[in-house]
């Protein structure tokens, strides 16, 4: 077998190359535009469905604060508030 020698690509393969490299720039920069635009969409919603849930008065807000936690609500964790610190007995239990 004979050794090949290195062909230098011609103009046309240059050009052919420089094309591609630019069309997988150009698609990748549209991507990112197309997910920074889905996200900013997908956080305008969330915040405008975060704005329709809150009261519309800061008085019954600051009036029951146990309703920001339903997890207390139900029991299941201890609540926050200092006047609920005095639980009652449980039954079965030796109360002094």
Known sequence: MAPQHYVP?????????????????????????????????????????????????TASAEASPSANDPLADIGVVPSALPNDAAEPARPGTPSN
């Open 9 to 57: 690509p011609s103009a046309r393969d240059l050009r052919t190359h420089a094309v591609q490299r630019l069309q997988a720039g150009l698609f990748g920069l549209s991507a990112i535009v197309l997910i920074v635009g889905l996200a900013n969409i997908i956080k305008d919603r969330a915040r405008l469905a975060e704005e329709g849930l809150r009261p519309t008065s």
